[in-house]
């Protein structure tokens, strides 16, 4: 399986010329004491307020919309495409996870190496992400992701060292349909950001505020307040991927190991699972401003942890195929309601340096808690999925309470 890095494509939809062209005169009206109000860092108690700007309501901004300007009716598809194929990637280990075991005779410990395999990629994504925007720009990083999966994609095609067997002869043919959506993905990346290279990236995020050179990776953080919201926010997105993918994951073995389910029927619960991640993030979406996010996430973390307690205790078949799907359903919108914090929370100059690191980060969960998983399961028995999943679920509770407050208006 490719490693997909489902979390670390960030890609802002922007029209450089309008929102510079809108930008340029605001900053040229400012009077000198607002001019030093927006050079100076923010204090604590600024974060705490909320806002995306240094230097508050001062800056004419352009809202964007999904189709406006037009050129983003062809870059949303386009993203959403890649998310596509990123979370096809991640939700192919579960299934596959028996049947690697049963051909190759793994145990849990060795076969869980397939969810540590890409944390190089991860890690490598999480130092390079601000580096690789500033020198090629989105339509780089367009290009590099849909590049990568393509080429992982043909490794897999053609087998590498796996001895003939009629009982994988699926597998080719499923790499192959993945192949074609990972070609797919490398072009309508490369048209729909061809025009985003790195100047214009340069000029939009920095040329405004003259920050270019004072927003690295290091200074966001190592430096407060954004250093504060930076590691909450990336080990938050740490514990939330391990959750998801280790739960995804592990969850086809558990049931047909602990559940005495057949290998069909617990196969689907896995698909039940990602199916559940899909709808709730497009359902809750629209549930969650009614509550304000900080408070909205905190009630589907608890909800989950509820559902959790459920699938545990409860020895049963269809109560824990039910439980884990609507388990994905709350878990759907903690990615994009942390994302939208930190959005919030922090100037515009900083977004996709500390989401990007954050997602890139995060993505590492992806691959050492389902590791941890599967090496503690080889000792303890597979059962020991539950338990852990409901630590995790806890630390990631605690970890949203700590992030700083939203202002109202900025949510």
């Not at 990007?356 to 389902?370: E, I, K, R, T």
Request: glycine share 10%; net charge neutral.
């Amino acid at each position: 399986m490719a490693a997909s890095g489902s979390n670390t494509c960030v890609l802002e939809l922007s029209d450089y010329s309008e929102v510079h062209a809108s930008a340029a005169p605001a900053q040229d009206r400012k009077s000198p004491a607002s001019r030093s109000l927006a050079s100076r860092p923010r204090t604590p108690d600024e974060v705490e307020s909320g806002g995306s700007e240094p230097n508050g309501g001062n800056v004419a901004m352009v809202v964007e919309k999904w189709n406006s300007p037009q050129i983003n009716a062809y870059r949303v598809p386009a993203t959403f495409w890649s998310l596509l194929v990123m979370g096809a990637n991640d939700a192919a280990y579960g299934a596959l996870i028996p049947y690697l075991e049963k051909y190759y005779g793994l145990n849990y410990t060795i076969v869980s190496l397939v969810f540590l395999s890409p944390f190089v990629g991860y890690v490598a994504s999480a130092i390079l992400n601000n580096y690789l925007h500033l020198t090629i720009g989105q339509r780089g990083i367009g290009i590099i992701c849909g590049t990568c999966h393509t080429l992982a994609y043909i490794i897999i095609c053609l087998h590498p060292l796996m001895p003939s067997s009629s009982s994988l002869l699926s597998l080719p043919a499923s790499e192959t349909g993945s192949l074609g959506l990972a070609v797919i993905e490398l072009v309508v990346l490369t048209w729909a950001f061809w025009d985003c290279n790195a100047e214009t990236y340069r000029r939009l995020y920095h040329g405004e505020h003259g920050t270019e050179n004072k927003t690295g990776l290091k200074d966001a953080l190592l430096k407060m307040p954004a250093a504060r919201v930076s590691w909450l926010c990336a080990a938050f997105l740490l514990v939330y991927v391990g959750v998801e993918v280790a739960l995804g994951g592990w969850i086809v073995t558990f049931m047909i190991q602990v559940r005495n389910g057949q290998a069909f029927a617990s196969g689907m619960t896995a698909t039940g699972f990602w199916l559940g991640i899909t709808v709730g993030r497009a359902i809750l979406g629209f549930v969650t401003p009614l509550f304000g996010v900080k408070l909205a996430m905190t009630i589907y973390i608890a909800i989950t942890m509820g559902l959790e307690l459920l699938f545990w205790l409860v020895p049963n078949f269809y109560v824990s195929a039910v439980a884990v799907s609507f388990q994905g359903f709350f878990l759907g919108p903690l990615f994009p309601g942390v994302v939208l914090v930190a959005s919030a929370i922090l100037p515009r100059h900083l977004h996709v340096v500390v989401i990007g690191f954050a997602a890139a980060f995060g993505g590492c969960g992806a691959a050492v808690l389902p590791f941890a998983v599967g090496a503690i399961a080889q000792v303890k028995g597979v059962q020991v999925l539950q338990p852990i999943i409901l630590a995790l679920l806890t630390v990631l509770l605690i970890l949203w309470l700590c992030l700083p407050r939203i202002n109202k208006k900025r949510e």
